[in-house]
């Protein structure tokens, strides 16, 4: 190795990437925008001079860092935006690689090539996380996911390591509170399952037994596509609503498909994807639903978009 040469490679530098977009990409809940905010750190890293960049002892920890504080300032920014969006917003589902890659063998790497599916990428994990303070999701999405210290952490929220754990802590106290009992992936798909059957078959008395009487529908069509603009409450309700959409939605596939990591639905027409529903459920009953109908958020949902 040459004299004052860094101790890291090009490779080394580009082999970050998806670290930073799973980290990114639980900050946000939008793959869109973790790929943007990735790309821009990126960029402000080549942007630095050659001796800049040999300087820096660990160019993961830097771009890190960077892309730590870009998604900050994201987050501050999408509350105010998502004030002025139309309807409940929900985050970006994740399907499955082996699903959605069908017939879509561009040769081209996807950032959701490259996210880790697994309990922090959930619907219902995203969705408590959407509740905390920008801080307050950084310092505990760094800490309790991917185990960075709080001195780390505290570079890049720019408070003390002790203020940094106190926000990490109030995070994971929202967690629990919001955490619904332990259901099995086996469990959860059988009541997807039962739920898909019933919905096709229009049985509305079985759909209301499977529904949990305190069920909660949240939809977010972005004001792109019709929906429910309000959260729908209670199980009756839900499957009043659910009966309607079949009656209005004729020649709509329903398939069962992993959704963010855990056994969810699709719906497609004429072979796109319209809408993707994913689901807790506990004692053999679905509690919370979660439909995604902005087309926006659906692109990586119809092989060949």
């Not at 960075?148 to 002790?162: K, M």
């Given at each position: 190795?040459?004299?004052?040469?860094p101790?890291?490679?090009?490779?080394?530098?580009?082999?970050?990437?998806?670290?930073?977009?799973?980290?990114?990409?639980?900050?946000?809940?939008?793959?869109?925008?973790?790929?943007?905010?990735?790309?821009?750190?990126?960029?402000?890293?080549?942007?630095?001079?050659?001796?800049?960049?040999?300087a820096?002892?660990?160019?993961?920890?830097?771009?890190?860092?960077?892309?730590?504080?870009?998604?900050?300032?994201?987050?501050?920014?999408?509350?105010?935006?998502?004030?002025?969006?139309?309807?409940?917003?929900?985050?970006?589902?994740?399907?499955?690689?082996?699903?959605?890659?069908?017939?879509?063998?561009?040769?081209?790497?996807?950032?959701?090539?490259?996210?880790?599916?697994?309990?922090?990428?959930?619907?219902?994990?995203?969705?408590v996380?959407?509740?905390?303070?920008?801080?307050?999701?950084?310092?505990?999405?760094?800490?309790?996911?991917f185990?960075?210290?709080?001195?780390?952490?505290?570079?890049i929220?720019?408070r003390?390591?002790?203020?940094?754990?106190?926000l990490?802590?109030?995070?994971?106290?929202?967690?629990?509170?919001?955490?619904?009992?332990?259901?099995?992936?086996?469990?959860?798909?059988?009541?997807?399952?039962?739920?898909?059957?019933?919905?096709?078959?229009?049985?509305?008395?079985?759909?209301?037994g499977?529904?949990?009487?305190?069920?909660?529908?949240?939809?977010?069509?972005?004001?792109?596509?019709?929906?429910?603009?309000?959260?729908v409450?209670?199980?009756?309700?839900?499957?009043?609503?659910?009966?309607?959409?079949?009656?209005?939605?004729?020649?709509?596939?329903?398939?069962?498909?992993s959704?963010?990591?855990?056994?969810?639905?699709?719906?497609?027409?004429?072979?796109?994807?319209?809408?993707?529903?994913?689901?807790?459920?506990?004692?053999?009953?679905?509690?919370?639903?979660?439909?995604?109908?902005?087309?926006?958020k659906?692109?990586?949902?119809?092989?060949?978009?």
């Amino acid at each position: 190795m040459a004299r004052g040469a860094p101790a890291w490679s090009a490779a080394d530098v580009a082999g970050e990437r998806r670290q930073l977009i799973n980290i990114a990409y639980r900050l946000l809940g939008s793959l869109a925008e973790a790929e943007d905010a990735v790309q821009e750190a990126y960029a402000r890293w080549y942007a630095r001079s050659r001796s800049e960049r040999a300087a820096v002892v660990s160019p993961g920890a830097w771009l890190t860092t960077v892309t730590g504080r870009i998604c900050l300032d994201v987050l501050g920014s999408a509350r105010a935006r998502r004030e002025r969006y139309v309807g409940a917003w929900l985050p970006e589902p994740l399907p499955d690689r082996r699903e959605w890659a069908d017939g879509r063998d561009t040769g081209v790497v996807d950032p959701a090539d490259q996210i880790t599916l697994d309990e922090s990428v959930t619907m219902a994990f995203l969705v408590v996380l959407e509740s905390m303070t920008p801080a307050e999701r950084v310092s505990f999405v760094l800490h309790d996911v991917f185990r960075y210290s709080f001195p780390e952490i505290a570079r890049i929220v720019g408070r003390t390591p002790g203020a940094c754990r106190e926000l990490a802590s109030s995070a994971r106290r929202r967690v629990r509170g919001e955490r619904a009992p332990v259901t099995t992936a086996a469990a959860q798909a059988e009541v997807v399952r039962r739920v898909k059957e019933a919905w096709e078959a229009k049985d509305i008395t079985a759909l209301v037994g499977l529904l949990d009487p305190g069920a909660v529908m949240t939809a977010d069509g972005g004001g792109l596509v019709g929906t429910v603009l309000r959260p729908v409450e209670g199980g009756a309700r839900i499957a009043q609503y659910m009966i309607a959409i079949a009656d209005k939605a004729p020649g709509l596939r329903l398939l069962e498909r992993s959704v963010a990591g855990a056994p969810g639905l699709i719906a497609q027409h004429a072979g796109v994807t319209a809408t993707v529903a994913a689901f807790d459920a506990s004692g053999g009953r679905a509690t919370r639903i979660w439909v995604v109908r902005n087309p926006e958020k659906l692109r990586l949902w119809t092989p060949g978009e």
